[in-house]
């Protein structure tokens, strides 16, 4: 395990880590404050990719997988409020507010199986947790089972 000591990637799922940030500009200063708030608590490196675990100010933890092509291919998340899923997911973000605005019966979860997204997310009040990623950036060797 390697502590990292500089702010997280905020990288979108299809992207190159720091995508997320820097495709928006003109961010306001809230959301810069959220962004500077946040602290990467740790990289872990596997054969072939790499995930960022990291810890946002409302306690959520969010992972961001990379591979070695320097490209997100999948995210987790797991704390007591959902992350901003449309900075995590980028362009893949309106798949998710459309499988969201169907109605659901029962508890709020939302799944998405695609050639293009495969996404789980659920929970109630102070316990959320999902994961989403691109079937196509898989690499070699790495399996939905191993995105947790």
């Known amino acids: 395990m390697l502590l990292a000591q500089s702010l997280p990637a905020f990288a979108a799922l299809g992207g190159a880590p720091g995508a997320a940030?820097?495709?928006?500009?003109?961010?306001?200063?809230t959301q810069a404050d959220?962004?500077?708030a946040k602290v990467a608590a740790r990289v872990t490196n596997y054969n072939g990719y790499s995930v960022s675990e990291t810890l946002e100010p409302s306690g959520t933890t969010v992972k961001e997988y990379v591979s070695a092509d320097n490209?997100?291919?999948?995210?987790?998340?797991?704390?007591?409020?959902?992350?901003?899923?449309?900075?995590?997911?980028?362009?893949?973000?309106?798949?998710?507010?459309?499988?969201?605005?169907?109605?659901?019966?029962?508890?709020?979860?939302?799944?998405?199986?695609?050639?293009?997204?495969?996404?789980?997310?659920?929970?109630?009040?102070?316990s959320f947790a999902g994961s989403a990623y691109v079937p196509a950036l898989l690499p070699q060797g790495v399996t939905p089972d191993d995105i947790r």
């Open 34 to 36: 959220s962004v500077r």
């Open 71 to 126: 490209i997100v291919f999948a995210v987790s998340w797991q704390g007591p409020s959902m992350p901003n899923l449309q900075q995590l997911l980028g362009s893949y973000s309106e798949q998710y507010v459309a499988a969201a605005s169907v109605p659901h019966a029962g508890r709020r979860a939302v799944a998405i199986q695609s050639d293009q997204l495969v996404l789980r997310s659920g929970g109630h009040m102070r």
């Open 21 to 29: 940030q820097a495709s928006n500009p003109q961010a306001s200063s």
